[in-house]
T-cell receptor, first 113, second 114 residues
């Protein structure tokens, strides 16, 4: 079945540091890939997505490239801000056979000033 | 896109009581999902609720404990019955677009059971 593996957290960085959160997946075919973000006290919201191999999703300075050969979708940002402190989830979309989407365990990012 | 609201946003309940959480969506959607998120953990799917049919529960969740209603395409409720402290969690309502290419989430209901 489908699975998503995220790098273990939590991650603590200083403001303006470079961020990478690793994500690898197992799935049949070539599904879309997502990163969701959950800010403190809120629900999840879509941060970015990629729908096919070599696509790069980007939003709010974050980027992730769909790498079919390594089945990865690592999240990066060149210079993090305190406001980026949140939990980040890598995800596969709803799968009809499984009857659900697949989420990684989440990575908590704390950015210190 | 879809905008989802949940009520209540948080509650503190006594052991043995029940709480019903409401989920309202600003557009008609076929599939709605209820998740539980325990502190510092990922999402766990409780059940999928489609309008006009019984909810489909994931392993480890039963209808007697988490009854769900889905009376129309914009509304659903999840009841947490006979609560214990282990039910303390965030409960999230979610919907998927028709192509299932994105999910939208409500803000969550933060439940504490004493």
């Amino acid at each position: 079945g489908n699975s998503v593996t995220q790098m273990e957290g939590p991650v603590t960085l200083s403001e303006e540091a470079f961020l990478t959160i690793n994500c690898t997946y197992t799935a049949t075919g070539y599904p879309s890939l997502f990163w969701y973000v959950q800010y403190p006290g809120e629900g999840l919201q879509l941060l970015l997505k990629a729908t096919k191999a070599d696509d790069k999703g980007s939003n709010k300075g974050f980027e992730a490239t769909y790498r079919k050969e390594t089945t990865s979708f690592h999240l990066e940002k060149g210079s993090v801000q305190v406001s980026d402190s949140a939990v980040y989830f890598c995800a596969l979309p709803y799968n009809t056979n499984a009857g659900k989407s697949t989420f990684g365990d989440g990575t908590t990012l704390t950015v210190k000033p | 896109s879809a905008v989802i609201s949940q009520k209540p946003s948080r509650d503190i309940c006594q052991r043995g009581t029940s709480l019903t959480i409401q989920c309202q969506v600003d557009s008609q959607v076929t599939m709605m999902f209820w998740y539980r998120q325990q502190p510092g953990q990922s999402l766990t799917l409780i059940a999928t609720a489609n309008q006009g049919s019984e909810a489909t529960y994931e392993s480890g969740f039963v209808i007697d404990k988490f009854p769900i209603s889905r009376p129309n395409l914009t509304f659903s409720t999840l009841t947490v019955s006979n609560m214990s402290p282990e039910d303390s969690s965030i409960y999230l309502c979610s919907v998927a677009d028709l192509s299932y290419n994105e999910q939208f989430f409500g803000p969550g209901t933060r439940l504490t059971v004493l």
